[in-house]
Nanobody
Framework: QVQLVESGGGLVQPGGSLRLSCAAS????????MAWYRQAPGKQRELVAS???????SYVDFAKGRFTISRDVGVNTVYLQMNSLKPEDTAIYYC??????????WGQGTQVTVST
């Protein structure tokens, strides 16, 4: 099993930036894919971006050009750099991992609020 701990959320003004971190522990070598999801009040949780164990990345449309997912293998951490933030980006952001054979892990979430 894999344990995930997110950090880096907070309050930011529109147009600002934040970098979220997700530290993984446990069965690190079994991780096949990691991703960031978000859930806004009253809405379903949605995918933001993902990165495979090979380093391939993918983004949903609203994240393209503004968000960047990356990883530091040495410290078992995945990041989400968010730029040009908008009020509609306000949500709880969750880290997600798929580890072999097919275990799903979620972090506890970190709140991101974009407001003046």
């Amino acid at each position: 099993q894999v344990q995930l701990v997110e950090s880096g959320g907070g309050l930011v003004q529109p147009g600002g930036s934040l970098r979220l971190s997700c530290a993984a522990s446990g069965s690190i070598r079994s991780i096949a894919n990691m991703a960031w999801y978000r859930q806004a009040p009253g809405k379903q949780r949605e995918l933001v971006a993902s990165i495979t164990s090979g380093g391939s990345t993918s983004y949903v449309d609203f994240a393209k050009g503004r968000f960047t997912i990356s990883r530091d293998v040495g410290v078992n951490t995945v990041y989400l750099q968010m730029n040009s933030l908008k009020p509609e980006d306000t949500a709880i952001y969750y880290c997600h991992a798929i580890s072999l054979p097919m275990y799903i892990s979620w972090g506890q979430g970190t709140q991101v609020t974009v407001s003046t």
